[in-house]
């Protein structure tokens, strides 16, 4: 099983959500592929924001071999599933689908903790360090149920 999971730039919430969910993966010895992109390419291979990194780092998970990369229509068929960390990722991911499997993949992450709300993962870049952590127990939340829902 292949899951990528997306925000904007790649470089805050998408690459803790790619992170958590490697790690709790690993852990459980399940043997997925976990992968991160953006839906803009502002950030293209960077490394994930400082705050992210740091955060993962309190909760002992590493994500500094990650670079930032912008989702790509080959995307849409290579991944099994494709997690939008908000709607407007959503609604933008949507628009790159050209056929209806491409689109059935895609979900809004939070919805797998409160199906049918369209919960955002609010973007923390412009805030504090706080955002990031509340941006981590959403994700610790969201992935918690992934693995309960996919893993056999
Ligand atoms: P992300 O956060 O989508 O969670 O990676 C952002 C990172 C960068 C920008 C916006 C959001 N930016 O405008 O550069």
């Known amino acids: 099983m292949k899951i990528l999971m997306v925000c904007l730039g790649n470089i805050c919430r998408s ?16 043997d997925i592929e976990v992968d991160s992109a953006g839906t803009n390419g502002f950030h293209d291979g960077e490394k994930p924001d400082s705050r992210s990194i740091s955060t993962a780092g309190m909760h002992q998970i590493d994500i500094t071999n990650q670079v930032s990369r912008q989702i790509k229509k080959e995307d849409l068929d290579e991944f099994d599933l494709i997690y939008a960390m908000d ?10 689908a050209s056929n209806e499997r491409q689109k059935s993949k895609v979900k809004i992450i939070m919805n797998e903790v409160y199906p049918g709300k369209n919960i955002n993962v609010p973007d923390p870049y412009y805030g504090g360090d ?19 829902k996919y893993k056999n």
């Open 15 to 30: 690459p803790l959500a790619h992170g958590i969910l490697e790690h709790k993966a690993k852990k459980e010895n399940w």
């Open 87 to 96: 709607s407007s990722n959503y609604n933008n991911i949507l628009e790159m």
């Open 130 to 148: 706080e955002g990031f952590e509340n941006v981590f127990q959403m994700l610790n939340e969201a992935t918690d149920m992934i693995i309960k």
